[in-house]
C-alpha cells in the first residue's frame, strides 16, 4: 500500500537517513523514496499509516497528511 507523508524539518541527507530508518523499523521490508525540496515522504508498507507517521514523528520531524 503506498502511502504520502509530508514531513517538515528536513534539511540534509542525516536527516532523510533519519526518517528512512524510522520507517525501516516499523516495517524492514518497506520501500521509502524521500523528495526533500517537496517535504514529501512516500513509503510502500501494508503497517498502519499512524505506525509509520508516529515512527518518523518520534525522530523528531513533523508529518502531515500530504497535500
Not at 5 to 16: L, P, R, S, Y
Not at 24 to 51: F, G
Request: proline share 3%; aromatic share 2%; glycine share 4%.
Amino acid at each position: 500500500m503506498l502511502q504520502t507523508f509530508t514531513v517538515t524539518g528536513m534539511t540534509c541527507g542525516h536527516c532523510e537517513r533519519a526518517v528512512q530508518q524510522a520507517v525501516l523499523q516499523a516495517d524492514p521490508q518497506a520501500k521509502v523514496h524521500i523528495d526533500r525540496p517537496q517535504n514529501r515522504v512516500t513509503v510502500d508498507s501494508e503497517v498502519q499509516r499512524a505506525t509509520l507517521a508516529q515512527a518518523i514523528a518520534e525522530e523528531g520531524y513533523a508529518v502531515s497528511e500530504a497535500a
